[in-house]
């Protein structure tokens, strides 16, 4: 089992890959400003270990050919501040790899990117950034990712009783979570712009950036609540989503993430374990109405009037009466059967509410949702390995932050 454990810079990076394609295709940014201080020489010493000017402008000029926020040159500074120290922990425990596994490495981060690995660093010496600046980025999340692992994998793993309070079995309670979302439309014509938006939003940190964000663009309800969510059972999420989810940390977003007709954006604002089993069900019912025009004033306005009138989906006959048979259809499926925009929504439904926030027909239909009852049942709809894997991830993150903020600030850090 594989586990990446990522700091602030990777988490970055490892969201921003995607859009990588379209900055290195179009890498005509040159290096930084050359300073007085020779290339060579040290900027900032790290328990004696020294970070060159050079060292700082080539990771500066990685992290601007990404597209990272902030100031590079900060950000450089920082990762390579913990990059030493990380390398001094794993020499210490004699923990060591071979150039095939660095050279894996590579070709891996590159595939994330469309590119190969010959192309990739094409790319990058383009943008003047070198083949070694590249290798020892990678060469440094390896070996921490493995120190890490042998340091704490054994004390990460969750046990019996843990993975069966996340599934909410044996009567031991569930885990429960409060999340913020943003559902933004896709149409084909607004694909890559809602796209870059969604990916902006992302990286953006903060709950009242996020709030703003959700306020201005999502589709769903809450955002007239700035996109809080109420809690929610992590078991009535869609089976992919939920490794995803527990691998939050409060105030963190998720990458974005594909929908049919949408993309969304998910930012934790607690987790915790519920006292109380968490239902499981096997079937859920719900209707779906379908009105022409998309997201447009006057299709809201019809979403708004039938929203009105009904009061349970039985009542939805009445408003399709007179209609082409395919504008209703109501359905019962098992959980694992749902799409998964539809899914998302219904998870956030009592029976006889309804949402407006999704589209069909690229955009072109606005889908009026109504959940009309769920059938529990004690089945298993996730699996105790992808609970086992998500628990272990989250603990060895924050193991692994924990121990990198007790390294530096025993650090000796000095700029020259």
Known sequence: MQFQIMTPVTTFLKSALPAALVALSLASVGPGPTVAQGLFS???????????????EQRAQFLRLLRAPGDPEQLAREALIQDRLKQQAVSLAGIEIGPEEVETGIEEFATRTDLSKDEFIKALAQGGVSRETLRDFVEIGIVWREYIQARYLSQARPTEEEIDRALGRSGSGGVRVLLSEIIIPVTPQTLDQAEALAEQISKTPGADAFEAAAAQYSASDTRTNGGKMEWISLNDLPAGLRPIILELTPGQNTSPIALPNAVAIFQMRGIQESSAPAPRYGSIEYATYYIAGGRTPEALAIASSVRQQIDT?????????GQPAEVLERVT??????????????????????STALTTKSGQTLVLLMLCGRTTTQAQDASREEIAQALTTQRLEFLANSLLDQLEADALIVDR
């Open 42 to 56: 040290p900027s900032v010493t790290v328990n004696e270990d020294a970070i060159t000017y050079f060292e700082l």
């Open 313 to 321: 989906c039985d009542d939805l006959y009445g408003i399709a009466q």
């Open 333 to 354: 499926k098992k959980p694992g059967e749902i799409p998964r925009d539809i899914a998302l929504e219904l998870a956030k439904l009592d029976v006889d509410e309804v």
